[in-house]
């Protein structure tokens, strides 16, 4: 899985914003209405989130196109951190599932006001949503066009020192392990099987 993650400890700047079309945002309830006052386009942010009027954790995304020369596509949640693992990576699949039709290449990732122990777990099952859905998986049907992934993560508000290497290594064991559930019998023979698992050894 060949995805360049960059890690930055601040929120991103409006440049910063403007260079990537497609958003994530996972933000600490009950504060984040005073996160989203400190980011670029506060405004669009908090009408978006007034409008909803939700008065309690989301449990879907808030999702709104920003008033740049990008039209950046935003998905973005306000949680406690509390919240069960089960529901987060629910939420997660929902946060990165709203950005599938546009086939990103690019995506910007916000974990903003949480302790540095709970921002790095949100980014954690943040990232593992997001390779699950970049993974390559095998195509049957011909003139099929193939789906563009993602290449490139920035990662904003946290910055781990092991680089979310295990969150990496578990998606493409996770991704393999799907790949391989969904090969007919005829593309998945003990001969085909062995080839792989030498591929893999070598590799």
Known sequence: MNIYLQQHIGLPT?????????????????????????????????ARRRRIGVKKPDTSPVVLDLPNITGSHVSMAGIKTSIPSFDLLTLAGKLVNSHSVYQPEQLGIVI???????????????????LAAAADMPRFKSGEEPRRHIK????????????????????????????????????????????????????
Do not use: C
């Open 14 to 46: 409006g440049k910063q914003i403007k260079s990537v079309t497609n958003w994530i945002m996972l933000l600490n309830y009950p504060v984040q209405d005073r996160i989203l006052s400190a980011l670029p386009h506060n405004d669009a942010f908090l």
């Open 152 to 203: 490139k993560l920035y990662l904003y508000g946290i910055v781990a020192s092991h680089g979310f290497k295990k969150t990496f290594a578990e998606a493409e064991g996770n991704a393999l392990a799907r790949g391989l559930s969904m090969l007919p019998s005829n593309k998945l023979t003990p001969t085909d099987y062995l080839k792989r698992i030498r591929q893999l050894a070598r590799e």
């Open 112 to 130: 903003a006001g949480f302790e540095k122990k709970d921002a790095e777990r949100m980014a954690e099952f943040m990232l593992a949503a997001v």
